[in-house]
């Protein structure tokens, strides 16, 4: 796999305005880079600015400072018609594969859609030669193609959303909890066909999930937020066995495990309250409030992610 | 080994079957609507309405204008009065003619008057060669023997020339009524699909730009809403004359205001929805987001603004011909019809009521069918 | 140990412009007092409507057709709406998915649970009830109780809310407590936290808990006993180590496959069970999971298997688990029954 740079965050930050004054700190200076070929998993628990990340990414949104680098060119100022070209090349899968699709549209057009918003084909008619092989790789059939999205079940319908996202072939996929929906039988059937596609296409994914296990299975590197910032990133394994910030720790801990005998034998590491709100985050290290490690240095000064050796980067105090 | 327990082989197109029948948004819709009788009813009524308004005039020898003053005011159900051979009927007209009725209630000719007999209050005509009197001596008036003063056996007709009868200019009731049905119909239905194009574009240019632009927007229909609609419409048919067109483009430029505010409603909820947001990401062009992806799936709301809209369009066409600038004579129009029998309405009140008649019928169709419609759109009842 | 509650071939449909959705076809089990049973299935496969069908909570276009649910001796399918409403809350409490649509926003969540709470008990004072009120804030863990009382719903967070509902469940001491995914909607934190106080509280009142969920992994840490649901009919049963170690039923065994382990090899595919679910409109006439079963036979597809004992407590309905079935190599049961 080639070592080349498909997307590279710098100091990313979406800050959304809330009623009156109040500013949610949804996101507040991420960065980090994908390769080509790779998956990036951001994990973290609802409210910690992923899906903003993503979503401030795929410019759905706009970004309040911070650069966004796709395939070496720097979109964060274009406008959306300067941005046209590049959507070919980054496109999105969605959490909610009932609401992600047209109901009053057939499976045929759904697919179609990028087809022909950046003239691959220029008639609907045309678009069959690219639907079809496309209805087929993502496991459904040519009858399908004529059928109303509402009469599909959920995974059908993700694997739907699926080919839409990879007809046109992008580089980058931003996958937001594309499973999160799903019931577990068919949660692999669409990890298995993206985990091909990028076998196949060397497509790159940021796969956003709150399911540790899925995230562990896809990615090759893996960024933990919370409350819009980068508590730690590196290689997946690397995470999993050797979790240095304590946020990873207890989300770790607090995964269930289907071994009942594992489980029993579990040690408690889960973190106790809530999330903080992201409007008024807490000074210093975000994660204070719930650290069962806290020092005095954490609330004051805000840690720095740092290398901890193999690419393993942490922000913690803790680990200095 | 046993039959079976052999292997199956699943394919992956059974795997993928969709069980449930291949039934479309309509007939998703249909299905649901037709379970609801006053709607059901509400839409027979309507292509009945249809069908009488434009298939109707085929069928009938009269046109809506030709007046035939011989026969003016008469009811559809006639008192008449046995001719002396007893092979037929005569009718007393309003202006004191005598009609001759054949025996299965068409009408024939006009007796000729011979001469006028004042001092016994009577006109003579000549009935096929003998003479019959009209006495007018007391009310109700009727047709006597003038040579042994006896009234001729009187009965009662339906009338099969004119089935509703005829208006103050000898015209066909059941003949203008279809027009005038037509009338109405077209009028509200072009109202009704002009409306939907401005309210359409408008409310959903409104809702998807959203911010400053809805603002200015939304104020500018906010400020159309208060004027009074009647009076708004009354100036434009002032302004430019009676006539056709002139309700058309009045009634056209008013209701547009409901339907943009519904139109802007729907998209401004639609457009936070992922699959709009995916069609951004995916590069969509905002005509397309619109065209495809807005208004197809706000057409449910849109479909039931416009059965309630007609009504009162219909409603309104026939107020202001009612009021009388609406449509020019001999133009007929619902509401035409019910200001001209105002004149006549303590001796033919049929010729007011069955226009009203009419008007309710449509009202009525098509407040059910809107109503019955709401109900089959309403996403909570969907499963 | 006793049934408190026994389940006796249940079957509810809804009527829908579709027709008819049979959404469970004839289930049948007991919960035991103190044991924490839990219901796994994938939507669609009738776990709630079972579990709604108990309380008589369903939708009006729902049918409970046959069947009945005995809770002390008496039917709760047959006793009127006063009585149900006496047992709801105050017998068998539920707790939902979404605690937002099952709290009032317009009250403060204080006073929605001593309201419930002086429904069922109208002889004690106010100052009494708030007392209570208190000390189950305090012991579902919710801080400053005194503060949090006279807050509305909306202020809580999402684990905040189901902490009250879990209060309000308790309020009364239940005997029975179903719980409806109610971790569903929450962060791996705040479920381990929800997960481990149901755990006490069971230790501590001895309630019994019906724990439905999609997620094995929590029926791993909660559970002492598990049913697997799919298309409308119970599918397995047995005590929680027996499924995850000798899963009897090819739908539970594609379950456990299809989900990674954490210490899965991540070169090492996933085994998804593939199709969909079926459709309850029209479901198979054999065994539901037939068309997506990878041993299945013709007789799967033609008749519906019998509950077949594979063990202590274990019973699968699969007709590879009969005397009869052939002991091929296509047959994942051969090579002797386990356990």
């Given at each position: 796999m080639s070592e080349q740079l498909i997307l590279e965050i710098n100091?990313?930050?979406?800050?959304?305005?809330?009623?009156?004054?109040?500013?949610?700190?949804?996101?507040?200076?991420?960065?980090?880079?994908?390769?080509?070929?790779?998956?990036?998993g951001l994990v973290g628990e609802s409210g910690c600015g992923k899906t903003t990340c993503a979503r401030t990414i795929i410019r759905m949104y706009e970004p309040t400072s911070g650069q966004i680098i796709m395939d070496g060119t720097d979109i964060t100022e274009l406008n959306q018609k300067q941005l046209k070209p590049f959507r070919k090349n980054m496109q999105m899968i969605f959490q909610d594969p009932y609401a992600s699709l047209n109901a009053r549209m057939t499976v045929r057009d759904i697919i179609a859609e990028p087809l022909l918003a950046h003239g691959v084909v220029k008639r609907k008619q045309d678009a069959n030669e690219y639907v079809y092989p496309m209805l087929e790789r993502v496991g459904l059939t040519r009858e399908h193609a004529s059928r109303y999205a509402h009469e599909f079940s959920g995974g059908q319908r993700q694997r739907v959303g699926i080919a839409r996202a990879l007809i046109l072939e992008p580089n980058l996929v931003v996958c937001d909890e594309p499973i999160s929906a799903l019931d577990v039988s068919i949660q692999a059937q669409v990890i298995n066909l993206l985990k091909d596609f990028q076998e196949e296409k060397g497509v790159s994914y940021l796969f956003i999930a709150h399911d540790l296990s899925m995230i562990r299975y896809v990615s090759d590197n893996v960024g933990v937020m919370y409350l819009g910032q980068l508590a730690e990133i590196g290689e997946t394994d690397e995470i999993y066995k050797n979790p240095l910030h304590p946020y990873t720790k207890g989300l770790l801990g607090s995964i269930p495990i289907a071994n009942p005998a594992l489980a029993r034998q579990k040690k408690k590491s889960s973190?106790?309250?809530?999330?903080?709100?992201?409007?008024?985050?807490?000074?210093?290290?975000?994660?204070?409030?719930?650290?069962?490690?806290?020092?005095?240095?954490?609330?004051?000064?805000?840690?720095?992610?740092?290398?901890?050796?193999?690419?393993?980067?942490?922000?913690?105090?803790?680990?200095? | 080994m046993d039959n079976k327990w052999e292997m199956l082989e699943a394919t992956n197109e059974d795997r993928e079957k969709i069980w449930t029948k291949n039934r479309t948004f309509a007939g998703d819709v249909w299905f649901r609507f037709r379970r609801k009788p006053t709607s059901i009813a509400g839409f027979i009524i309507i292509v009945l309405l249809i069908l009488f308004a434009a298939a109707g005039p085929l069928f009938t020898e009269y046109s809506y204008s030709n007046?035939?003053?011989?026969?003016?005011?008469?009811?559809?159900?006639?008192?008449?009065?046995?001719?002396?051979?007893?092979?037929?009927?005569?009718?007393?007209?309003?202006?004191?003619?005598?009609?001759?009725?054949?025996?299965?209630?068409?009408l024939g000719?006009?007796?000729?008057?011979?001469?006028?007999?004042?001092?016994?209050?009577?006109?003579?005509?000549d009935c096929d060669g003998t003479e019959v009197a009209l006495y007018y001596g007391q009310k109700p008036y009727v047709i006597a023997n003038p040579q042994k003063n006896t009234i001729y056996p009187s009965t009662e007709l339906w009338n099969k020339s004119y089935l509703l009868g005829t208006d103050n200019l000898g015209r066909d009731i059941l003949t203008r009524l279809m027009y005038g049905t037509r009338v109405s119909l077209m009028v509200a239905f072009v109202a009704v699909i002009v409306n939907m194009i401005i309210g359409i574009l408008y409310g959903g240019i409104s809702g998807y730009l959203g911010g400053n632009v809805d603002a200015v927007m939304m104020r500018i229909v906010d400020i159309i809403s208060t004027i009074?609609?009647?009076?708004?419409?009354?100036?434009?048919?002032?302004?430019?004359?009676?006539?056709?067109?002139?309700?058309?483009?009045?009634?056209?430029?008013?209701?547009?205001?409901?339907?943009?505010?519904?139109?802007?409603?729907?998209?401004?909820?639609?457009?936070?929805?992922?699959?709009?947001?995916?069609?951004?990401?995916?590069?969509?062009?905002?005509?397309?987001?619109?065209?495809?992806?807005?208004?197809?799936?706000?057409?449910?709301s849109i479909l039931v603004t416009v059965t309630m809209l007609i009504p009162s369009a219909i409603f309104m066409e026939a107020f202001l011909g009612y009021l009388g600038i609406g449509l020019q004579p001999p133009l007929a129009s619902l509401g035409t019809m019910c200001n001209d029998a105002t004149e006549n309405l303590r001796s033919c009140p049929h010729q007011l009521f069955i226009p009203a008649l009419v008007i309710c019928l449509i009202m009525f169709a098509f407040n059910f069918v809107g109503d019955g419609l709401r109900d089959a759109l309403d996403p909570k009842l969907k499963k | 140990m006793d049934a408190i509650l026994q389940v006796d071939n249940l079957k509810t449909s809804f009527m829908t412009s579709g027709g008819e959705v049979q959404a469970v076809r004839g289930v049948s089990f007991q919960v035991k007092k103190g044991e924490i049973l839990g219901i796994v299935g994938e939507s669609g496969s009738g776990k709630s409507v079972t579990s709604m069908s108990i309380l008589r909570l369903l939708a009006d276009t729902a049918k409970i057709k046959e069947g009945a649910v005995y809770f002390e001796n008496q039917d709760l399918t047959k006793i009127s709406k006063r009585k149900i409403r006496a047992i709801r809350g105050e017998k068998i409490s539920m707790i939902f998915q979404d605690p937002m649509s099952s709290l009032n926003p317009l009250i403060p969540v204080g006073k929605q649970v001593s309201e419930m709470m002086k429904e069922h008990h109208p002889e004690k004072s106010k100052e009494e009830l708030k007392q209570n009120v208190l000390e189950l804030f305090a012991k579902v863990r919710i801080p400053e109780p005194e503060k949090r009382y006279r807050c509305y719903p909306h202020e809580f967070s999402g684990g905040m809310r189901q902490r009250v509902m879990i209060a309000m469940a308790l309020a009364n001491h239940?005997?029975?407590?179903?719980?409806?995914?109610?971790?569903?909607?929450?962060?791996?934190?705040?479920?381990?936290?929800?997960?481990?106080?149901?755990?006490?509280?069971?230790?501590?009142?001895?309630?019994?808990?019906?724990?439905?969920?999609?997620?094995?992994?929590v029926v791993a840490e909660l559970c002492d006993r598990v049913l697997v649901m799919y298309g409308g009919l119970i599918m397995e049963e047995a005590g929680i180590d027996d499924i995850f170690a000798h899963p009897g039923h090819p739908y539970t065994m594609g379950l456990l496959a299809s989900i990674p382990d954490i210490e899965q090899d991540r070169s090492k595919r996933l085994q998804p069970i593939p199709g969909s679910p079926p459709d309850m409109t029209n479901p198979p006439a054999g065994c539901p999971f037939a068309p997506r079963c990878p041993y299945a036979r013709r007789i799967c597809r033609e008749e519906l298997p019998d509950f077949v004992e594979v063990g202590a407590n274990h019973r699968s309905r699969c007709h590879l688990q009969t005397a009869g079935a052939p002991a091929d190599e296509h047959n994942p049961f051969a090579g002797g029954k386990q356990s």
């Open positions: 100091n990313l930050t979406k800050h959304f305005k809330a009623g009156g004054k109040q500013t949610v700190h949804a996101l507040d200076g991420v960065s980090f880079t994908l390769k080509k070929g790779e998956t990036l973190i106790e309250g809530d999330i903080p709100s992201p409007i008024k985050p807490p000074a210093g290290c975000r994660f204070h409030t719930r650290c069962p490690y806290m020092k005095e240095i954490c609330c004051e000064e805000t840690p720095k992610l740092k290398d901890a050796g193999n690419g393993h980067m942490v922000a913690c105090h803790l680990c200095d | 007046q035939n003053l011989q026969v003016v005011n008469i009811p559809p159900r006639m008192k008449v009065f046995q001719t002396p051979d007893k092979d037929g009927y005569l009718y007393i007209t309003q202006g004191m003619q005598v009609l001759q009725v054949n025996t299965d209630g068409t000719s006009q007796l000729t008057k011979v001469r006028e007999e004042s001092n016994r209050m009577m006109t003579i005509f009074p609609l009647t009076l708004y419409v009354i100036l434009i048919m002032v302004i430019m004359g009676s006539g056709l067109q002139s309700i058309i483009i009045a009634l056209g430029t008013v209701y547009w205001v409901d339907m943009a505010r519904v139109v802007r409603g729907q998209v401004l909820g639609l457009k936070e929805q992922e699959f709009v947001q995916a069609a951004k990401t995916i590069g969509s062009s905002t005509k397309t987001i619109l065209l495809t992806h807005l208004i197809p799936n706000a057409m449910g | 239940p005997e029975l407590l179903i719980a409806d995914e109610p971790t569903t909607a929450l962060d791996v934190t705040i479920q381990d936290q929800i997960l481990h106080q149901l755990r006490e509280l069971k230790h501590e009142y001895g309630t019994s808990i019906i724990f439905i969920t999609h997620d094995l992994g």
